[in-house]
């Protein structure tokens, strides 16, 4: 009896045996899987946040290419309000060697002095074309407040109302800009007696 009872033990420890040894491996196998996908999660944590920090790095590189583009923008702006303050200030000079050329005396007209003097208002003239300065042309045109200032108003047979009929003060433009407003006489129309006469003609 002992030895039959010895010998079932012995079947039942070898029967387990294998069991045992199977639950012992698959601990390091589950071990690993856990591992690996602790692994895999971390991976995933660190590619979103790269591709955040490229994001952000994209964007920062957005953003100072823009304030380059705006302290590039407002410096030219700046030099342009300064060049045209400048200009500004050297127009009445252009003024005075217009007029001059305007009112020499017939019996200099001929003198190397008057010559030499109409020779510095033609360089004046070339140098404002370079900073894109040219004259407004006013005479004959609609009255226009952004391109003319009117000093004042009066009858004429040869203009309509409404528009410039005499030049009193060139105006000039720098590009689109307008750099000193033509100073005009503006035209009310025809007079009261000859719109009286082209009534009763007309009639």
Known sequence: MVDD????DREEEIKETPGQASAEDDQPAGKAGDELEALRQEVETLRTESEELLDKYRRSLADFANFRKRQERDREQEFRRLMMDV?????PIVDDFRRANENVPQSLADSEWVAGVQLIERKIEKMLEQYEVTPIDALGKPFDPHFHSALVQEESDEYPAGTVSEDLQRGYMMGDDVLRPTLVKV????????????????A
């Open 5 to 8: 009872r010895e010998r079932t």
């Open 87 to 91: 200009l500004r200030q050297f127009l």
């Open 187 to 202: 035209s009310s129309g025809p007079g009261t007696k000859d719109a009286e006469n082209g009534d009763q003609s007309a």
